[in-house]
Structures are given as structure tokens and as C-alpha cells.
């Protein structure tokens, strides 16, 4: 078998172009631009290449986005007060606190510090709550990519087995609790491995649909793959290469090569996931503005 691609890269241009219309639509009829402030702290490139990627995504759909930038010793008081700013302009309908933030930080301090109807990452403890609850406002970016592009392409997730490789409050996490939910799109049986997962092997080798969410390159191996599995990849590594200008690529947790093999259908790495978390990072800012206007996401 040779696996399908998943195009996240076509995909987000699709939803992107979603939510351009909408963006259009509310400054007709309310006249209010939708905003979105990012946060970074500290020089990590990575941060900073992902921070320019969703500015520049704002500014395609006609958003207002602006980055504030502290320096990698700021202190927590500096970052605290930074945020209380933003939750106070009502320019910007939504924040993103890049992460991580440097051990002077208290990261879940700084994200509960965050207007909640802000939240468009939905990290805070009041949006996980609701997503608990299936009653969610803000679905993480990634976990909201995951399950827009196994819909998209015709993959109902309902009774499927869904195995996801990872349990990170941003990604493992939430996407497990949205796929087990009682609601069109989910109603999965989820099962989640970690780090202390034993014979983790046996148990992806179940899984109608793989998520891996490690961060370790080429992790996923096709020996753990059933015939005919969905894969998504989330992992964004980099590793050397001599042979490219910038001095490294960029791989997945997934052997793309063996696993494509195997599988029914995978995502790509870079052009998969990657895309998706930004594009669903806008349609978050969209419902964030709803939010402020109407006082619910309709
Ligand atoms: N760091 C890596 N991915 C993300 C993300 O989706 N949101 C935020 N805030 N930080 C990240």
C-alpha cells in the first residue's frame, strides 16, 4: 500500500481563505478588525521563526497582529504585566503567549493570568475545563488541525482506535479528550502512550489512527503501524544536514519513508500539521472576536 498524502499545507490555505471571508464579513457588519497579539519572550529561534509565520498568516486573512518582544532575562513580573496590558486593549481579541518561556517564567502563572475569552491557544484552566466538558470556545491549535484534517479527507474518527504518542498539556492532551467527546468529528476510543508506556509498540500497532506527538525523530518505525493506519505526524525536529544551506532539515517522529509503505494515508513534515495549528490558530482569533462582540462564538 502507498499511503495518501495529507495535505495540510492546500488545507490550511482552504480554511485560511475561510477566514479572510469572515474577517471580511465582521468588519462590515460591526466594523471592528479582528487582533491578535503575540508574546515572546527570549531569542529561540524556532519561537521566533513560528511567531513570524502567524503574524505573517494575519496579515494574509486581514487581521491586526502585533508582536511584543521581551528579552530572554525578563522577569515573570515583566511578562505578568505584559499580559495584564493586552488583556486590556481592546484592539487585540486574542493573545498567544509563545511557549516555552524561559525557568524564570511560571508558565501556568502566566497563562492563567490570561483573559480567557483571549485565550486563543485555549491553555487556560477555564477553556480546558469546557473542553472537558465538550463545550469548548478555544480548541488548541494542533489538536483542532488534527481533527480538521481527518474530517476533511473523509476520516470520521467515530469508533475508530485512536492511539496518540504523547501527553503535553498543548498537543497529547487535549486532543485525547476532543476525539473521546460525545459530538460529530470525535467520538473515538482514544488511548494514550507516553514515555512510560510499556510495549508501546503493541499498542500503536492497534491504532486506526496514529498521532504521534514525541518529538523524537523518525521515532515511529513501520513495525508499529497496522496495515492500512491513519498517521499523523506533529513532530517537528531538526536534524544536521551538510547538504542544505541552513545546515539541518526538518524530519517528523514518524519514517515517513517505511511508514508510507504501511499506512492508508500520512502527513507530511514540513507541509502536514505544521500549517493546520496556524490556520486553526486564526479561526480561534475569529471566535475570539464573535466572543467580545456577541458574547459567544456564533
Ligand atoms: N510552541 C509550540 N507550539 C505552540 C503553540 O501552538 N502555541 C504556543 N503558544 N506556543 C507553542
Do not use: W
Not at 517528523?252 to 495549528?277: C, F, L, R
Request: net charge negative.
Amino acid at each position: 500500500m502507498t499511503a495518501k498524502n495529507l495535505d495540510g499545507k492546500t488545507l490550511a490555505e482552504e480554511i485560511r481563505r475561510e477566514v479572510a471571508t469572515g474577517v471580511a464579513e465582521i468588519q462590515k457588519k460591526h466594523g471592528v478588525t479582528p487582533g491578535l497579539a503575540a508574546v515572546l519572550v527570549g531569542d529561540d529561534p524556532a519561537s521566533a521563526i513560528y511567531v513570524r509565520n502567524k503574524r505573517r498568516a494575519c496579515d494574509e486573512v486581514g487581521m491586526i497582529s502585533d508582536t511584543f518582544l521581551l528579552a530572554a532575562d525578563a522577569t515573570h513580573e515583566e511578562v505578568l504585566n505584559l499580559v495584564a496590558r493586552l488583556n486590556d486593549d481592546p484592539q487585540f481579541h486574542g493573545i498567544l503567549v509563545q511557549l516555552p518561556l524561559p525557568p524564570q517564567v511560571d508558565e501556568l502563572a502566566i497563562i492563567e493570568s490570561l483573559n480567557p475569552n483571549k485565550d486563543v491557544d485555549g491553555l487556560h484552566p477555564f477553556n480546558v475545563g469546557k473542553l472537558v466538558q465538550g463545550r469548548a470556545d478555544f480548541i488548541p491549535g494542533t489538536p483542532f488541525g488534527i481533527q480538521q484534517i481527518l474530517i476533511r479527507n473523509g476520516y470520521d474518527p467515530a469508533s475508530s482506535n485512536v492511539v496518540v504518542c504523547g501527553r503535553s498539556d498543548i498537543v497529547g492532551k487535549p486532543l485525547a479528550l476532543l476525539l473521546m467527546q460525545r459530538a460529530d468529528g470525535a467520538n473515538a476510543t482514544v488511548t494514550v502512550c507516553h514515555t512510560r508506556t510499556k510495549n508501546m509498540a503493541e499498542i500503536t500497532s492497534q491504532a486506526d489512527i496514529l498521532v504521534a506527538a514525541i518529538g523524537s525523530p523518525n521515532i515511529i518505525t513501520a513495525d508499529m503501524v497496522k496495515e492500512g493506519a491513519i498517521v499523523i505526524d506533529v513532530g517537528i525536529n531538526r536534524v544536521d544536514d551538510a547538504s542544505r544551506k541552513r545546515g539541518y532539515r526538518l524530519v517528523g517522529d514518524v519514517n515517513y519513508e517505511a511508514v508510507s509503505k504501511k499506512a492508508a494515508a500520512i502527513t507530511p513534515v514540513p507541509g502536514g500539521i505544521g500549517p493546520m495549528t496556524i490556520a486553526m490558530l486564526l479561526v480561534n482569533t475569529l471566535t475570539a472576536t464573535r466572543l467580545s462582540i456577541h458574547g459567544n462564538g456564533s
